[in-house]
Structures are given as structure tokens and as C-alpha cells.
């Protein structure tokens, strides 16, 4: 029986990550840039709002017209003007003067702050009562106050969401830079494989793992090619691998990747020119099995053939490492584990990392994580789970009752 | 002054939304199915596994032949086969005999168990010695373990992930019924807005809604039709509402929701043949110029023009009804609140709901919300928001130290 040759923790394998090279870039026009990753700084040029708008419907006015006005005794003002919207005001605002505005509008000059139009009342076309004091600056925005020239707005390496698009297209960027999305093979192994759309004989199972790790890379925004199922033979994942590399960033081949006899992946990857392991093995529970291959600057994973390990490694240690090459900041992640309270003690042992399944629910204001019971291989187990929970390699457990913290799934 | 005629309450709204009809079906291939809304329920019609299979890499063996066995007093057994991966064995396995296996290889007629190879040793090509006691069904899935046939796997109404997917696949199923994405038009009106990619003359700003709106839309998986901008004029946006009507599933008209002179929303959709205005003004901040009338079948919106209460709207009253169209049971939503610690009081107003900005961080193993500050139109502030905190309208305000939930942003 071969061995593993090279387990490495997976502090180890996340830390190697960042040996490789980031994609190269392309330009691409606001409306096809949801969830990509932004491959410039964004810094205003120029001010937000550029001019005095009103935030409120009502009347823009110089404030000390108002000071004192109550209820009781209320400021009357004139109307000398109805401002529209999209347009300047010809029409500069003296003390004891009112102006129509709608929120939006753009405030006349004199005029330094916006009466609510619950706080007046109309006496004629021309005259309007005040019943409370405004301040300066009130229910209005200066120019630049939401936004200053030379603003740092978004950073390189940030993954566009909806409201950094609402950003990008109030300063007129309409076409930016971002990291092309990588394109990543994958190659199932096996000889008990059969395409999903086969019934199989007895002794074979139908490949999973094309289906389900191509949606892991969907769901990070990358291109999954799938390269078919490779039978457990020398020559021809040998040259898979090598036609993969050639027409995709990165190559996962499952199935292949532990100690049994029929384990091709390892010496596969040896053969390959340049090919450099950075791990054979890694110790975590499930996914020991996991091989790391640097290819020039391609990386080779090599994941185990069952689902739910290959689901797991995927999650933990792959997907950061395509968040890596597509661009992203591993430091400015926005991604929050969830806080929960553990229904169960969970045993564990040291110098391994354990991810283990848990559904959640709530119950009593409170968040609860309950670990799922049953055989690590069952796809039952990960297709209902709801997230996944870490048990650091120098803790022996967890206890009923612990805090943790927890990666949704 | 025109008045909100219809205001009603978050629940209300939220509750209305069962009136609309979910989008149709069409069937479609499993690898575009990703965040798919499922519109069958999937039972399996067969068992998984379909036959006994090992977990481990070892040898098939029948239990009860390791019985008693330990490192001082191991049992010796005759290696009579090797499995092939795929294939079935002819070979019966008798008390003392063993068949070399590979994780995932079927265990032939008389085995019910995998003995680890960590727990064996060669003695030669026909002999091992056994030094642990193996139980029956031990390293080993038997038929039907993982799922059996009959069983209820995945609701109609479900949002496929990539575990689904696996699922799926497993079972063989690489077509599904799933819901249409529905087509929903955004209108963007108001005489202030020019196209993003030209320079605002004074008092005008760039349609930033068309945009924002737009990705807001993708996230859930739809499709947004953008139908530009719409200057105040009742016949434009009276013929571009009937022309979106007619080519979408559902219309957004943002800007001219409120109440200020110049709001033409409330008087089209009055004008509208069939219009039933639901609601005109939510009591909720930011948003409360609200409107939801239906068309026949179809929802036409009115949202602020203003961006972040656009937004905000969106996400607590558009969303879900969304959602409940495309076909999401509202009930089975796997989407979750993060628990945090208020940084600071907050006030607010009873009979009306609330919704606060607020930036997560971590400090002393905790999570805190901490509310942004500044004006509520500061587009910057939403860009900047990590979540949201409801405030209930039955609350009069919320305290620092108070355990808050977060929707993420």
C-alpha cells in the first residue's frame, strides 16, 4: 500500500494560495457586473451632489426667516417661486422668502435649508405660513456631503453587489475593469462511474461529482467545464489532464486522489513536466485525501471521489482559492459566519481539523446548531445540512451548549 | 397637497402578496439549474445506495471472522478476491476469508462489513492478519442506507444549491421542473434624471435607480427589462406602464411615488384600465411613498426615487414578493438572521417600521451592529451598510447592548 506523502494542515494550504497569480482583466459594461470582481480603485471625480438638493418635499428658505416660528406665532413667508425638477432657479432667495421644492430639486441661491411641507400651510398662491423654526442645513444635501471629490470608494478586489452598482452608476462609470472569470475544468474518475443520464449496473453509481462541483463553481461566479468521466487508467488522465490545463485556468480532478491501490491522481501529477505537490493530504475530517499540484502557474487539485468529502474540501479549502485567482481580497471578504449555540457535544481529535454537518433552527430568541447525525458519505447529509462548523485542530471537542460559529452552506 | 389615500402597514403589504399567481413551469437541463426554483417535488425511485458499498479502502469481510481479533491475537484470514471498482464480485465470501476493496467498490454475497486497511497487515499475496474487531456493517452503506426509495427529497418551491445538485444528479434526474424566471420592467421617471454615461447639467443627477434596481433584480435570479427614463409627463409614463405591462411579468416604476405636486404614479395607475391600488404609502422608514396596485395578474410598483429608500424597499417589501412569484414557498425559506449587539441607541417612532443601516464587525468573540450615521439619502451609507435592523412599530426605539437581527445586505 502507497502512503501519503505530504500531509500539510490547512492553515498550509490556504497560506499556498497566494502563490499563485490572480486572473488578467477585461472591461465590461455596469449592467453585466453583479458579483464580479472589481479590478480598479473607484475615487470620485467629482462631488455627490454636485449642487444643493432638497431631501424633502416643501419650501426651500433661508432658515433665520424662521427662527422662532411656532405654532402660536408662525414666520409668514412669500412665494416667489416653484422650482422644477431638473432645472436652476433664476430666482436668488431673500429673507422672508419661499420657494416650491420637491425632494431632488435643486435649491436656489440664499436658500440654505428645505421647511417641510407639514410644517406650513398655505394662506394664498403667493403666501405661506411657517409653524416651527428650521435649521440651516436642514432636510437638504450640500454639494459633496454624501460624496467628496477624491472620495476612495470601492477597493480593487471587491465583489460588486447591488449597491456598489447603485454607486458605480451615480458617478457615470458605465463601463469598469474587472478580473475575467476563471475557467475551471473538471475530471471524474473512476471506473465504477456512469453519466448521470445511464441507469447503473450493479456496482457503479452515477457521477455525481461532474454535476455538483460544477455548481460549487457557479456559484462563485466562475466557468465550470466538465471534462467528462476518465476511467481509472494511466494514459487517459494523463492526457485529460494535460488538454485541461491547456484550455482552462485550473483543474479538479476527483475521485483518484487517496492511498488505495487503483489511486492514479498522484502519479499522474508526477508525470506531468514542471508539476510541483505541494500537498499529498492535508489533515482535516472529512477530505484527507486532498492533493495540491502547482502547474507553471496553474494549480491541479486533486479531491477525494466521495461527494460529501469533495463538497466539504471544496467549500473550505478550494473555494478561497478561486476567490484568490478571481480577484478577491481574501482580507476584505464580507462573508459573516453565523453565531449559534450547539445542541450536542461533539467529539473530536487533536492535529486534525473536523468540519462537521449541522442543521439550524431557532428557538427561544436563539439560534440553534444541531449537528447531523448519520454515515460522513450519506448526501442526504450535506444536501440537508444547513451549515458547517469547524473544530480547530487543537481542540478535542465541542460541548452541548458552546458557543460556535458557523459557515452556511 | 395631494394625501397618501391608502396607507397601510408592513404586514399588510408582506400578506398581499399571496394574491399574485406564481410564474409558469418550464423544464429545463440540471446544469442550469442553479438557484433554480424547483416547481415538482423529488422522490426517489430507487434506493442509494443501490447495492452494500465500502467506505473505506480495505477488505469485504464477514464479521463475525474478526471477531475477538486484537494486536496480540489477530485473526488470520485468506484473501480469495480483489474487487474491481465497478464490478461485481462472483466470488462468495466465506467465515476467514476477505476480498481486497476500494472505497466505493460493491462487498460481495457474504460480507457485511470492510475491515480498515489501517487495521490489517499482509502476510503474503493470499494471507492477512486482522487486529481489530470489525462490527457488521461497519466502513459499509447498505442499499437504501442513504436514501430510500420512496423518500420525499426536495419540496416544490425550493431554491436549488449546489448539495441539490448532487442530489439530483445521484438520482439521475438531469432535467427538473422549475418555475420561469419572471421578466420584471423597471421605469425610472422624474425630469431630473439623464442616462449615466452623460454629465448632469446643474440640478440634474444621473437615473442611478435604473442601475441599482436592475442588480437588485438579478440577485434574486430574475430578469430586469430597463425601460429608461421617463420624464414627468403623464402620457409617457401612461404609455410606457401599459407597453411594460404587456412584455413583463411585473413593473417598478420608481420616482413620482410620493406626494409632492409633481407625482404622477398614483394618477396613471389610476388611469389604468383594471388598476387596484392595494396601497398607497407603507408606514415604514425609509419608503413609506409606497404604491402597490394589480393589474389582472400583474404587480406594478411604485418605489422612491430617492436611491437608498428605492433600495430599502426593495429589499423588505419587493423581495419577498418576488420571491413568491418565482415560486419560493415563503414558509421553506432557508435564509437567516444574524444575531448581533447593538453599539449605540437608537430611536424611533411607535405605528411605524423602521429599518437601520448598520455596519457588522467582530470584536471579543462577538458580533456588533453598529448603525451608520448621516443622512438616510447618503448613497454612500448604503454602499457602506453591511445590514439591516428592523425596528418593529409596537417598539419605541432600541438600546445599546440589545440583541438585534440582522438582514444582510
Request: net charge negative; charged share 20%; with cysteine.
Amino acid at each position: 500500500m502507497k502512503e501519503f506523502f505530504n500531509v500539510v494542515t490547512l492553515n498550509d494550504v490556504i497560506q499556498h494560495t497566494s502563490c499563485f497569480p490572480q486572473m488578467p482583466i477585461e472591461t465590461i459594461d455596469i449592467t453585466q457586473s453583479l458579483g464580479r470582481i472589481i479590478a480598479e480603485d473607484i475615487i470620485a471625480q467629482s462631488p455627490l451632489p454636485e449642487f444643493p438638493r432638497a431631501t424633502m418635499d416643501g419650501y426651500a428658505v433661508y432658515s433665520a426667516s424662521t427662527f422662532g416660528a411656532s405654532e402660536s406665532n408662525p414666520a409668514l413667508l412669500s412665494v416667489v417661486d416653484t422650482i422644477e425638477m431638473g432645472k436652476t432657479s433664476k430666482h436668488p432667495i431673500q429673507k422672508g422668502e419661499a420657494a416650491r421644492i420637491s425632494t431632488g430639486g435643486m435649491l436656489p441661491e440664499g436658500a440654505d435649508c428645505v421647511v417641510m411641507i407639514e410644517h406650513t400651510e398655505i394662506i394664498d398662491n403667493y403666501t405661506i405660513e411657517v409653524y416651527k423654526s428650521a435649521a440651516p442645513l436642514q432636510h437638504m444635501m450640500e454639494p459633496g456631503e454624501d460624496i467628496y471629490k477624491g472620495q476612495h470608494l470601492i477597493k480593487c478586489g471587491t465583489k460588486l453587489k447591488s449597491s456598489s452598482i447603485g454607486l458605480l452608476s451615480a458617478l457615470g462609470l458605465y463601463q469598469i475593469k474587472v478580473y475575467k472569470k476563471p475557467c475551471i475544468a473538471i475530471i471524474s474518475t473512476g471506473d465504477e462511474l456512469v453519466p448521470i443520464h445511464e441507469n447503473p449496473p450493479s456496482g457503479k453509481i452515477r457521477d455525481i461529482n461532474s454535476y455538483s462541483l460544477s455548481a460549487l463553481i457557479q456559484e462563485l461566479g466562475a466557468h465550470p467545464i466538465m471534462m467528462g468521466i476518465i476511467h481509472d487508467d494511466f494514459d487517459s488522465l494523463y492526457s485529460t489532464c494535460l488538454s485541461a490545463l491547456k484550455k482552462t485556468d485550473m483543474v479538479i480532478i476527483s475521485g483518484g486522489s487517496s492511498v488505495g491501490v487503483r489511486d492514479l491522481t498522484i502519479d499522474v501529477i508526477q508525470a506531468i513536466k514542471g508539476a510541483q505537490i505541494f500537498c499529498h493530504g492535508v489533515s482535516i475530517r472529512p477530505g484527507k485525501p486532498t492533493i495540491l499540484a502547482q502547474i507553471n502557474n496553474q494549480a491541479l487539485w486533486g479531491l477525494p471521489g466521495q461527494v460529501t468529502s469533495a463538497m466539504i474540501v471544496f467549500r473550505i479549502i478550494v473555494q478561497p482559492f478561486i476567490e484568490h485567482i478571481s480577484g478577491v481580497k481574501l482580507t476584505d471578504k464580507r462573508s459573516y459566519k453565523m453565531p449559534a449555540t450547539l445542541t450536542r457535544n461533539i467529539a473530536s481529535v487533536q492535529g486534525r481539523t473536523d468540519f462537521v454537518r449541522v442543521k439550524l433552527f431557532y428557538e427561544n430568541n436563539q439560534l440553534w446548531a444541531d449537528p447531523i447525525i448519520g454515515k460522513s458519505g450519506f448526501i442526504q447529509s450535506i444536501a440537508s445540512a444547513d451549515g458547517l462548523i469547524t473544530i480547530d485542530m487543537n481542540v478535542e471537542g465541542l460541548n452541548k451548549g458552546d458557543d460556535v460559529w458557523i459557515d452556511i452552506l
